[in-house]
């Protein structure tokens, strides 16, 4: 895992592999070595191309790009080649975009929003080459969902992990097995929710439990046989434990955090660089499908179109009730338009906050992936590209209450109290009580 070397996840599946050559060339095109690409002033409107290649993981959250594919919107803004290609996992997501189009990879995709930043930093890349790359919008905040087995059904496990701990503990000591934890890629949003959750109640996710890394589309199959005690992951894959009789739902990760980010939309920098009309022209298809999305009314059809085989490839009854904001814990918890949904378009969840991927670095600083010295207000400056989410946002006509007034959300409030001041991360770092700082 490069930088990530003190902690290293089991995954209980293999996930492809580059080797040094086609890595070290890909990065090298990539414009590595500091030499960060940048959006130039275009002349004119003009397309630089019509085609592009988009990974995705098979999550409802991946909607908008299934959503501007099948409704058009692509088409609609001149990106008539668009390709939208399913990735087996986040891995597979990070060497494609490492390799790129060019090189049989993707440009751009549906990601945890910390890859783009570590993929950046080579801190998960292989040789730990930086590729960089640049978040063009939030597709999303909120939505996902932390489960655990059927044998944790009596605990009714929820927010608060106190009587969980003393589960897997005495459970670990039983058996004398590990106790595993499964998210699906070592410093993305998923393992952050899950860190998060643990520790808040008083379990050390290095020492009390093991992470491992499993694609989401394989959480449910791994919980059936036994492999894993609790995932987070997003949906369908929730639900489909609960109708699988296996496990059932703690909590919604906006219990943690109230629409918390999640999934970016996000290109190669150097692709963006070469091609400004057109990244535009992709960031206001992926924008129109957040707002179709969004509506109340296309809300069943945007499951059905998840659940169709080229995209997620599951029963329309797995998806279509959270999609809709409507929750069956599968414990005897029932909430119905839930204010824990995923959004896609309202309370301004398109727009990337600078503030929020501020969040997502100290986190991964909290738990060493990334060095405590990392200059992480350049490093957003590289990455985020919120100006060119408000040039698309301009030439749409979004209404201005859908328009940021600033780059940063402000103060963000957790579960547990913990307090997030994107003017003082190290005081929010200061205040866990549980992390792993990687030595500078």
């Known amino acids: 895992m490069g930088a990530v070397s003190f902690f290293k996840p089991r995954s209980i599946t293999m996930q492809s592999k580059l080797s040094r050559r086609t890595v070290i060339k890909a990065g090298a095109a990539a414009g590595i070595a500091g030499l960060w690409p940048i959006l130039s002033s275009a002349q004119g409107t003009a397309l630089e191309t019509k085609a592009a290649k988009l990974g995705f993981i098979a999550l409802t959250d991946a909607a908008p790009l299934f959503v501007a594919d099948e409704k058009g919107f692509f088409k609609k803004h001149g990106m008539t080649e668009v390709e939208v290609l399913k990735q087996s996992s986040w891995g597979t997501t990070r060497d494609n975009l490492v390799l790129g189009s060019k090189n049989n990879g993707i440009d751009g995709a549906h990601i945890l929003t910390p890859m783009p930043y570590l993929i950046s930093t080579g801190a998960v890349t292989a040789n730990n080459v930086p590729v960089p790359m640049n978040i063009l919008a939030r597709l999303n905040p909120g939505g996902r969902g932390i489960s655990v087995g059927n044998e944790y059904k009596d605990l009714k496990v929820g927010v608060d992990t106190k009587v969980f701990k003393k589960a897997l503990l005495d459970k670990r000591v039983k058996t004398g097995k590990p106790v595993n934890a ?108 957040q707002m179709w999305c969004e509506d109340p009314k296309n809300r069943a059809e945007v499951a059905e179109i998840c659940s169709r085989r080229r995209w997620i490839s599951a029963p329309v009854a797995d998806i279509v009730d959270r999609i809709r904001g409507n929750f069956d814990y599968g414990n005897g918890r029932v909430e119905n338009d839930s204010k824990f949904q995923m959004r896609y378009w309202k309370d301004q969840a398109s727009y990337p906050f600078q503030s929020h991927d501020l969040w997502f670095l100290t986190e991964n600083q909290r738990w060493g992936y990334l060095p405590p010295n990392t200059d992480t207000k350049s490093l957003i400056a590289k990455v985020n590209r919120e100006d060119i989410w408000r040039a698309a946002a301009k030439e749409l006509g979004v209404a201005a209450k859908d328009i940021p007034a600033s780059t940063s959300r402000g103060v963000e409030k957790f579960f547990d109290g913990k307090v997030f001041d994107p003017a003082n991360p190290k005081k929010y770092l200061d205040s866990l009580e549980v992390k792993y700082l990687k030595a500078a």
């Open 182 to 289: 499964a998210m699906t890629f070592p410093g993305g949003t998923h393992d952050l929710w899950i860190r998060y959750w643990m520790a808040a109640g008083g379990v050390d996710p290095n020492r009390d439990i093991t992470t491992i890394v499993v694609p989401p589309a394989q959480m449910v199959a791994n919980m059936k046989v036994g492999s894993m005690d609790t995932f987070c992951v997003c949906e369908p894959w929730n639900l489909q434990l609960i109708h699988q009789k296996i496990g059932y739902t703690a909590l919604t990760t906006s219990e943690l955090w109230m629409n918390h980010p999640e999934k970016a939309f996000a290109m190669r920098a150097d692709w963006v660089a070469a091609n400004p009309n057109a990244t535009k022209a992709l960031l206001k298809a992926v924008m129109e499908a």
